[in-house]
């Protein structure tokens, strides 16, 4: 079964310094991977996604993420934070052949000005 | 083009009660999916359909909770009776069965239970 490790429920970065948010997956075979963003009192919101095409993939508002099989990581990063980014970020893998996603338990942003 | 939408937003009911909750899925999306979130257990798939049809109900807790899709266009689930601990924010989400399988969530509907 797959499943999803986010390192660090909570990141903290100052206004305008590089964002780096850490996710690793496990899977049997070559996965679907997502990041989500979730702003309060609000739905999951998708940021970007890998589907087997390119391993750099460029997302909304500024946020990208490498696919790294040797690493079986997904890393979302934004190159300067911007207070609005403050939200919680979720990743997500999905098997090839099934509808399903896994979610990881999430990464709390704060943005300090 | 209309969001997934689900209502009510909010809910507010007491132990016992039957509570149901909607969902609209973006037209022309044929995977409905339910989650649920809360702090302890984050976000947990209770049950998804394809095509109108429950592929796959593991998540949902107990027998309490049932789901239906009667139409491409509607879903329900259906707590009864509810308890404390179903508390919780209430997720839907749709997609396509032909697409590269991102889901497009609602707004979420706070169920809280006294």
């Known amino acids: 079964a797959q499943s999803v490790t986010q390192l660090g429920s909570h990141v903290s970065v100052s206004e305008g310094a590089l964002v780096l948010l850490r996710c690793n997956y496990s899977?049997?075979?070559?996965?679907?991977l997502f990041w989500y963003v979730q702003y309060p009192n609000q739905g999951l919101q998708l940021l970007l996604k890998?589907?087997?095409?390119?391993?750099l993939v460029k997302g909304i508002n500024g946020f990208e993420a490498e696919f790294k099989k040797s690493e079986t990581s997904f890393h979302l990063t934004k190159p300067s934070a911007h207070m609005s980014d403050a939200a919680e970020y979720f990743c997500?893998?999905?098997?090839?052949?099934?509808?399903?996603?896994?979610f990881g338990s999430g990464t709390q942003l704060t943005v300090l000005p | 083009d209309a969001g997934v939408i689900q209502s009510p937003r909010h809910e507010v009911t007491e132990m016992g009660q039957e509570v149901t909750l909607r969902c609209k899925p973006i037209?022309?999306?044929?995977?409905l999916f339910w989650y649920r979130q809360t702090m302890m257990r984050g976000l947990e798939l209770l049950i998804y359909f394809n095509n109108n049809v429950p592929i796959d109900d593991s998540g949902m807790p107990e027998d309490r909770f049932s789901a239906k899709m009667p139409n491409a266009s509607f879903s329900t689930l259906k707590i009864q009776p509810s308890e404390p601990r179903d508390s919780a924010v209430y997720f839907c989400?749709?997609?396509?069965?032909?697409?590269?399988?991102?889901?497009?969530f609602g707004p979420g509907t706070r169920l809280t239970v006294t």
């Open positions: 989400a749709s997609s396509l069965v032909s697409g590269e399988y991102e889901q497009y």
């Open positions: 037209s022309g999306h044929n995977s």
């Open positions: 890998y589907t087997s095409a390119a391993t």
């Open positions: 899977s049997s075979v070559p996965p679907y």
């Open positions: 997500a893998v999905s098997k090839q052949r099934t509808r399903q996603l896994t």
